[in-house]
């Protein structure tokens, strides 16, 4: 799914990695897919998808500090939404490894390791770029069906 399509509309915000703005950052992806016209089970999967992304920023991007979160959101034609959500924390050094469903880094915590997973689940298709050191981009993306048009 290449991004040469021709952007529609296309939306950019930052927040700083606090837990509290991870319902924020859903809200606002939500709210600007819906021009788009989803079905309320694609903006659910959206806004999960998207949860779980920022989560990632916030608990493994900036374990131990505060740090910038980015989101890019696109609305594609052939009704894509394509949502890019980038840190410049600490980075992944295994992507495939953290992509495993139920690995953990943090195995004495709460995490269930299903980050990744749970994003496969509910998008179309997704990428991870990231560097040690550097951060971690992820994007998401989900082409939506065809509306039926009333009459």
Do not use: W
Request: charged share 25%; glycine share 6%.
């Amino acid at each position: 799914m290449k991004t040469s399509k021709k952007v529609i509309n296309s939306l950019k915000l930052s927040f700083p990695s606090l837990s509290v703005n991870e319902s924020a950052a859903r809200a606002v992806v939500a709210a600007f897919s819906a021009q788009a016209d989803p079905t309320t089970t694609e903006l659910a999967d959206i806004k999960c998808a998207v949860s779980e992304a920022v989560t990632n920023c916030i608990v493994h991007g900036y374990p131990d500090s505060i740090g910038e979160i980015y989101i890019s959101v696109k609305i594609l034609e052939g009704r894509t939404v394509r949502i890019e959500i980038k840190d410049k924390g600490k980075g992944i050094e295994d992507i495939a490894l953290a992509r495993t469903p139920l690995y953990t880094t943090s195995p004495e915590t709460e995490r269930s390791g299903m980050g990744f997973t749970v994003m496969e689940s509910f998008m179309d298709k997704i990428t991870v770029r990231s560097r040690v050191g550097k951060g971690t981009t992820v994007v998401l993306f989900k082409t939506l069906k065809e509306r039926k048009k009333a009459e």
